[in-house]
């Protein structure tokens, strides 16, 4: 039996089925135009807030904004999607166990009491940009506890397999040592430990972005061509964060929102993680890759309005691509996990569209290969720390897909991209582009 908990809690295969659209990419598990609608939606209420200047906090108009978008996309995947959905699967005629629900409630509340915990003890939490954060945190706890109970009510009367990794880890905490799988109780803490770190980070850059959108005189915007650029460089970026923070919040079982399994390598979690504060910015991105050589496009193109115009074009197309992969993304972003296949959007053509157009909308701002009149020194420095940061980028795709090959429905995708991605082109000449299926186990 625990053989089968195991196999079923790491690489389930009864999630989703390799169901196939017309161009033969595999389904995808969210719909980017619904995700799109939704975030519209939601901008739609918080510019009439903005426009009707009705004086609520930013946090207000982010819980505002999170509660409108997470809601319709759940309607819409429910009225579009609903076979595809939790709830097609739920029949309420379990009893409630009153006493497994203890058991669960004891597993959660442990699980974050050690976040709280983690929070308390380590210094760097103790920066300024997690205030907002854990005072969330704190003023919600009570909130949170209910919602929580709640929720762990509803799951126990309606969940496939009611004796989940809470139940397990609420019976091995009061001495029930032999009710828990060990790989199970790994990828609990494994699932809560990607919420720790990127939910801390993603909830304040979408507050301070939000922030800036609520406060902004956009009447100022075509005043000159640099203020169109930044106006559409922090919108851009404000979309990407708005699905980004919410997908970390809103991890449900019961909208099939839930983490199906995490990262399960070290390699994986370090290439991952050392792109974000505190790691970049204090670290790597200062000492290791540091490829800025402070000769940037907007300097270069100053006294050529057009030129400038172009590039500015080129750059802003690019973060709006990485930034729709996250709206392709939608409920179901999250680092470090698998949540379902997404096929839509632009992932229906290329694997990793937020890494590709991210990394090339960095070589069109930082242009380190400008400076090699004046000191070639300099340009093969910046080239080649940016080429590092490159590949790093590379190794967070390779380790994600290592992961991933682990579900058919992935593998069936990539191997698809491998002829439609609009870089096909590109892996017949340089083949370790190409993606390969791994070789089945007998």
């Known amino acids: 039996m625990k053989k089968l908990l195991k196999s079923r809690a790491l690489y389930p295969d009864d999630y989703m089925p390799v169901e196939k659209a017309e161009d033969g990419i595999p389904a995808s598990e969210t719909s980017f135009r619904i995700n799109l609608a939704a975030m519209a939606a939601a901008f739609v209420i918080v510019t009439a807030i903005k426009i009707a200047d009705l004086n609520l906090s930013t946090l207000a108009v982010m819980a505002v904004f999170i509660g409108v978008m997470s809601s319709l996309v759940w309607i819409l995947e429910y009225i579009y999607c609903g076979k595809k959905s939790f709830w097609g699967k739920v029949v309420l005629c379990r009893k409630i166990s009153w006493c497994r629900v203890g058991y669960k409630l004891i597993g959660i509340g442990s699980v974050f ?13 103790e920066d300024g940009l997690f205030v907002v954060y854990l005072r969330v945190l704190r003023s919600g706890f009570w909130l949170i506890a209910v919602v929580t109970a709640g929720y762990f009510i509803l799951m126990d009367k309606i969940e496939e397999r009611p004796e989940d990794a809470y139940w397990q880890l609420g019976r091995w905490l009061t001495g029930h040592r032999k009710d828990a799988v060990k790989d199970e109780m790994i990828e609990l803490f494994r699932g809560w430990g990607v919420k720790f770190f990127y939910l801390a980070l993603m909830m304040p850059y979408f507050y301070i972005r939000l922030e800036w959108f609520m406060a902004a005189d956009f009447s100022q915007m075509f005043d000159y061509p640099y203020n169109v650029f930044h106006y559409c460089n922090e919108f851009i ?15 449900f079982r019961l909208f099939n929102t839930h983490i199906r399994s995490s990262e399960p390598t070290v390699l994986g979690w370090l290439a991952a993680v050392v792109c974000y504060w505190p790691f970049w910015a204090d670290v790597f991105g200062r000492y290791y890759f540091a490829y800025n050589t402070g000769v940037y496009w907007t300097g270069i193109f100053s006294q050529n309005q057009t030129m400038f115009i172009v590039w500015m074009f080129l750059i ?7 930034s729709l992969a996250t709206v392709a993304l939608g409920l179901h972003f999250s680092n470090l996990t698998y949540r379902g296949l997404v096929s839509s959007g632009p992932y229906a053509y290329t694997k990793h569209p937020a890494y590709v157009f991210k990394n090339i909308s960095w070589w069109l701002m930082s242009m380190p290969f400008m400076v090699w009149s004046e000191n070639p020194a300099l340009a093969v420095k910046g080239c080649c720390l940016l080429l590092g940061l490159n590949a790093l980028y590379y190794l967070r795709a390779k380790t994600e897909e290592n992961h991933l090959s682990h579900y058919p429905e992935y593998v069936a995708y990539a191997l698809a991209m491998n002829k439609k991605s609009i870089f096909a082109p590109v892996a017949k000449i340089l083949p370790f582009l190409k993606y390969k299926a791994p070789e089945k186990q007998s």
Request: hydrophobic residues 65%; contains cysteine; aromatic residues 22%.
């Open 113 to 125: 009491a050690l976040m709280a915990f983690g929070y308390w003890v380590l210094p760097v939490y």
């Open 237 to 251: 970026f404000l979309v990407d964060l708005a699905f980004a923070a919410t997908g970390y919040m809103m991890t």
């Open 316 to 322: 802003l197309s690019c973060e709006a691509i990485y």
